[in-house]
């Protein structure tokens, strides 16, 4: 059949193979949902939609507890509220954490029950999900019940959809929220949207930029924003806003925004009550500020701690939370101050403010110091708010990865970053730890990603790139899945269960985050892109001389930024002291960061005992060899898929193929200028 990617990983496509039907041959038609609130009516309509759609037998739902049968067989989707009504007889109810579910089947003679048992509506919907999911990736359904939860309560997507209906850094088309202004009058895209969002565990939506338009909060958007909400809620799909400090002056017409000044913090108050009176499970503000150019506390001598507060306050009666991010940095830079360093920015911005916040401020921190680059270490700032609850800021969006004509699973990535342990006070706390709020004992935090899907009809524009949605959902419910496990399960719903399929697209996927690191930039160097501008295709120098501080410092002799602490800008003494220490040593730094973290001449040896400059030739050329295979083994999937998409992701990967080649060479083209020194197999200048 045509496919358009619509549906995404939510195909339900009907099973054939009579082995796997008899699989799930005892699974009840009926399915009786306890419950009748919106949510639940969601979940209902999407078990009976899939399972009928795959299992090629018509099933039936019913909400509300008149429908009670314990006797004959059924799916009982509920949460224990209703459970507890259910019985009469008071029976003892299992303990849930919220949002989770307890899913499994139960064969008792001729009786069969699934049950999805949850702590609440959201619960529930997790749980109808993941049923669906194991239907369709042939797995089978849990005889003794399993209970899952999420990692932690904070699980959102970040879109820079501004209300003109452009999107920053969109790769896949104008907004699917506004246009020309307004919030668009057909809002079927944003709940589907959110259907595939609740599909993956996630729970909130700030739906436009956080260069947010200062409009944003007028009484007439507001209301538009309500109908948004509104298209969002089914599916358990909290709405937040981006909003500019600088509000109570543009929109309120006050003489100032100074976030200590009485009618300001009266302003937010009222506001806030305005926003929860139209939105009543409205899930709060996100805030960039003092940073690119926009407003912020600084212009008032007050601290980001100050402002965030004044929001939180007005925020916490109704339940709401402040993202507050932890992005500021200056990018007006003197790149001849050897000691100047935009990694150092968070750290330096926060960390002193640590115990200032109010409790629902969320610190929201991207997980490098720099800018979603293709390596990074991760931000000091995570070990340094030990008692501030803190998010951390992942991009699904492509920026510098190829912007979604590149297939780059970003998985691998996020796991190496959510897995550094930064041994923050001589203890093992890794980055996910610490977000999820266990490390330093904090009640919420968790996860959020710029994802800026738009008007095409497959989302982000390549099939390929929606991997790395699916990833991000699923990594943020539990960051302990593995990438293998998270791929495998996405290209089952994507393309189906054909063995080759799922062998091809997993091994396509699962190394091109490494393959892209290779012919862009590698040895920690940050992405060698054009970065003033579109943030594509190869710009070696223009990372220099400038204020962005996104600088490599390369020169005849050497290349790399010292960050060191005996010799550079100090910024590897931002984190605990023996991550530092491994940092700070050439002995010890992982090649993989080396250059993020040293200054060393071309010549300086690797571990891998090979010089810098001969690694980075190498590694190019590595790179765009493995790329050059990608159309070839996708070629072996003719015919095992439908053409549609076939075609659409051959021409995709061929492109890329090509372009690393532009890549590989732009790259060691300038450093052989730069370093004079001549590729040991003679290929560099002689294409
Ligand atoms: O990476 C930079 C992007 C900007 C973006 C900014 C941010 C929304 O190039 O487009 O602005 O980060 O994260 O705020």
């Known amino acids: 059949r045509a496919e358009d990617g619509h549906e995404a990983w939510l195909r339900y496509a009907p099973i054939t193979d009579p082995t796997i039907l008899a699989q799930y041959r005892n699974l009840p038609t009926q399915i009786a949902v306890l419950?009748?609130?919106?949510?639940?009516?969601?979940?209902?309509?999407?078990?009976?939609?899939g399972l009928t759609q795959m299992l090629g037998r018509p099933f039936t739902v019913t909400y509300g507890l008149g429908q009670i049968l314990t006797?004959?067989?059924?799916?009982?989707?509920?949460?224990?509220?209703?459970?507890?009504?259910?019985?009469?007889?008071?029976?003892k109810l299992p303990k849930l954490k919220p949002e989770s579910y307890m899913l499994g089947t139960r064969n008792n003679g001729a009786v069969s029950q699934t049950g999805i048992i949850a702590a609440d509506p959201h619960g529930e919907l997790y749980g109808a999900f993941r049923l669906l999911e194991l239907v369709a990736a042939n797995k089978p359904i849990p005889t003794t019940p399993v209970t899952e939860s999420p990692s932690a309560p904070i699980r959102w997507v970040d879109q820079w959809d501004n209300l003109d209906g452009s999107v920053e850094r969109g790769y896949a088309g104008r907004s699917i929220f506004f246009d020309a202004g307004h919030v668009r009058p057909d809002l079927a895209r944003a709940s589907d949207y959110a259907r595939l969002l609740a599909s993956i565990g996630l729970n909130g939506l700030t739906v436009n930029n956080v260069n947010s338009d200062l409009t944003t909060l007028e009484p007439d958007k507001l209301?538009?924003?309500?109908?948004?909400?509104?298209?969002?809620?089914?599916?358990?799909?909290?709405?937040?806003?981006?909003?500019?400090?600088?509000?109570?002056?543009?929109v309120g017409h006050l003489s100032t925004f100074d976030p200590l000044d009485p009618t300001v913090i009266a302003w937010w108050q009222k506001k806030t009550d305005e926003i929860y009176t139209l939105?009543?499970?409205?899930?709060?503000?996100?805030?960039?500020?003092?940073?690119?150019?926009?407003?912020?506390?600084?212009?008032?001598?007050?601290t980001p701690a100050e402002a965030a507060n004044v929001l939180a306050r007005a925020l916490a009666p109704h339940h709401g939370v402040v993202l507050y991010r932890g992005f500021v940095y200056n990018h007006h830079l003197d790149f001849h101050d050897l000691k100047a360093d935009r990694a150092r920015a968070g750290f330096d911005n926060f960390a002193s403010l640590d115990g200032t916040f109010e409790p629902n401020v969320i610190i929201q921190v991207k997980h490098g110091p720099i800018d979603f680059q293709v390596r990074e270490p991760v931000s000091p700032l995570f070990?340094?708010?030990?008692?501030?609850?803190?998010?951390?800021?992942?991009?699904?969006?492509?920026?510098?990865?190829?912007?979604?004509?590149?297939?780059?699973?970003?998985?691998?990535?996020?796991?190496?970053?959510?897995?550094?342990?930064?041994?923050?006070?001589?203890?093992?706390?890794?980055?996910?730890?610490?977000?999820?709020?266990?490390?330093?004992?904090?009640?919420?935090?968790?996860?959020?990603?710029?994802?800026?899907?738009?008007?095409?009809?497959?989302?982000?524009?390549?099939?390929?790139?929606?991997?790395?949605?699916?990833?991000?959902?699923?990594?943020?419910?539990?960051?302990?899945?593995?990438?293998?496990?998270?791929?495998?399960?996405?290209?089952?719903?994507?393309?189906?269960?054909?063995?080759?399929?799922?062998?091809?697209?997993?091994?396509?996927?699962?190394?091109?985050?490494?393959?892209?690191?290779?012919?862009?930039?590698?040895?920690?160097?940050?992405?060698?892109?054009?970065?003033i501008g579109i943030h594509f295709g190869p710009g070696v120098g223009s990372a220099e001389n400038n204020g962005w501080g996104q600088w490599f410092r390369a020169d005849p002799k050497g290349v790399g930024?010292?960050?060191?602490?005996?010799?550079?800008?100090?910024?590897?003494?931002?984190?605990?002291?023996?991550?530092?220490?491994?940092?700070?040593?050439?002995?010890?730094?992982?090649?993989?960061?080396?250059?993020?973290?040293?200054?060393?001449?071309?010549?300086?040896?690797?571990?891998?005992?090979?010089?810098?400059?001969?690694?980075?030739?190498?590694?190019?050329?590595?790179?765009?060899?493995?790329?050059?295979?990608?159309?070839?083994?996708?070629?072996?999937?003719?015919?095992?898929?439908?053409?549609?998409?076939?075609?659409q992701v051959k021409a995709l990967l061929t492109y890329q193929a090509g372009h690393a080649i532009v890549w590989r060479d732009a790259v060691n083209d300038w450093f052989a200028t730069m370093s004079n020194i001549p590729d040991a197999q003679g290929r560099v200048g002689h294409h």
């Open 35 to 49: 419950g009748d609130t919106p949510t639940e009516h969601a979940a209902g309509t999407e078990l009976q939609r």
């Open 223 to 250: 209301k538009e924003f309500a109908l948004l909400a509104e298209a969002l809620r089914p599916w358990g799909i909290g709405m937040s806003l981006s909003v500019d400090l600088s509000s109570p002056q543009v």
């Open 383 to 531: 070990a340094a708010l030990q008692h501030t609850p803190q998010a951390i800021e992942l991009q699904t969006t492509q920026e510098y990865t190829g912007q979604q004509r590149h297939m780059v699973f970003l998985v691998p990535m996020w796991k190496t970053a959510l897995d550094t342990d930064l041994r923050a006070n001589g203890r093992g706390t890794p980055v996910k730890e610490i977000v999820e709020g266990k490390s330093f004992h904090q009640p919420t935090g968790g996860f959020v990603s710029v994802v800026n899907v738009g008007l095409d009809t497959n989302w982000l524009h390549s099939p390929l790139a929606l991997a790395n949605l699916y990833g991000y959902g699923k990594l943020a419910w539990n960051p302990d899945a593995t990438s293998e496990q998270i791929i495998d399960t996405w290209t089952r719903l994507t393309f189906g269960n054909d063995p080759e399929v799922v062998s091809t697209i997993n091994e396509l996927q699962l190394n091109s985050w490494h393959t892209y690191e290779q012919y862009t930039g590698n040895l920690g160097i940050g992405t060698l892109t054009d970065i």
């Open 561 to 647: 930024m010292d960050r060191t602490v005996a010799t550079g800008t100090g910024y590897i003494a931002q984190y605990p002291k023996e991550l530092a220490a491994t940092y700070e040593s050439l002995a010890t730094c992982p090649d993989d960061l080396l250059l993020f973290m040293h200054h060393v001449p071309y010549t300086h040896i690797l571990h891998i005992n090979k010089t810098v400059i001969q690694d980075l030739y190498d590694e190019h050329y590595a790179g765009a060899a493995t790329a050059a295979t990608y159309p070839m083994l996708w070629q072996k999937l003719h015919g095992h898929i439908d053409n549609q998409r076939f075609d």
């Open 279 to 302: 939105i009543p499970d409205f899930a709060g503000f996100v805030v960039k500020a003092d940073s690119e150019g926009r407003a912020g506390p600084s212009q008032y001598h007050r």
């Open 71 to 91: 006797s004959s067989n059924a799916i009982l989707v509920g949460d224990l509220e209703s459970l507890d009504k259910m019985y009469v007889k008071k029976q």
